[in-house]
T-cell receptor, first 117, second 113 residues
Framework: KAGVTQTPRYLIKTRGQQVTLSCSPI?????VSWYQQTPGQGLQFLFEYFSETQRNKGNFPGRFSGRQFSNSRSEMNVSTLELGDSALYLC????????????????FGPGTRLTVL | GQQLNQSPQSMFIQEGEDVSMNCTSSSIFNTWLWYKQDPGEGPVLLIA?????ELTSNGRLTAQFGITRKDSFLNISASIPSDVGIYFCAGQGGTGTASKLTFGTGTRLQVTL
């Protein structure tokens, strides 16, 4: 089974521009989450989508948005880029494990490295 | 944003030594997870713990879910060079939080021959 794929892998933008990142989850996974990873703040949750609906949102400004399509693929958009938006953006797809102690096991993609100049 | 307190921040050890790292939180989690991240890659799940007090092993890895549900530790026995990487703890689950993971600050592990 193919893993989570993210495109592009690397991106360079300038301040004020906007960017769209794409994530294709593992086949059969319906939940997609996005995380931002920076040296200063570590891994921070952005948002989660399930069946085309945003199910949970982290503490990020409105410049960060996302969506999910009917095939579970997801995109995230950052508008009016700032220098501090430079980060590794990780996408994770998940399914819920079975059993009494079920939880949402998440599988991460390799990330998109965004550099804002 | 919230980050779990993870220690140590970095470790330099010799091949064959055992490693221990831990993670604490001010919040309760229903599930504790340990991930490893290699350069240029996303985190990979090592161990998942979903019962307070639970001790779980995966090969040379052993992890425990604290009885208060606010802490966890990870042990790696007989370290080898491929253990090099950054290890993250993560807490999951709470009212209305669905899949959201709250990550620790990370432990960078270096193994020397």
């Amino acid at each position: 089974k193919a893993g989570v794929t993210q495109t592009p892998r690397y991106l360079i933008k300038t301040r004020g521009q906007q960017v769209t990142l794409s994530c294709s989850p593992i086949s059969g996974h319906r939940s997609v989450s996005w995380y931002q990873q920076t040296p200063g703040q570590g891994l921070q949750f952005l948002f989660e989508y399930f069946s085309e609906t945003q199910r949970n949102k982290g503490n990020f400004p409105g410049r960060f948005s996302g969506r999910q399509f009917s095939n579970s693929r997801s995109e995230m958009n950052v508008s009016t880029l700032e220098l501090g938006d430079s980060a590794l953006y990780l996408c994770a797809s998940s399914f819920r494990t079975s059993g009494a102690s079920s939880y949402n096991e998440q599988f991460f993609g390799p990330g998109t490295r965004l550099t804002v100049l | 944003g919230q980050q779990l307190n993870q220690s140590p921040q970095s470790m330099f050890i010799q091949e064959g030594e055992d490693v221990s790292m831990n993670c604490t939180s001010s919040s309760i989690f229903n599930t504790w997870l340990w991930y490893k991240q290699d350069p240029g890659e996303g985190p990979v799940l090592l161990i998942a713990l979903y019962k307070a007090g639970e001790l779980t092993s995966n090969g040379r890895l052993t992890a425990q879910f604290g009885i208060t549900r606010k802490d966890s530790f990870l042990n790696i026995s007989a370290s080898i060079p491929s253990d090099v990487g950054i290890y993250f703890c993560a807490g999951q689950g709470g009212t209305g939080t669905a899949s959201k993971l709250t990550f620790g600050t990370g432990t960078r592990l270096q193994v020397t021959l």
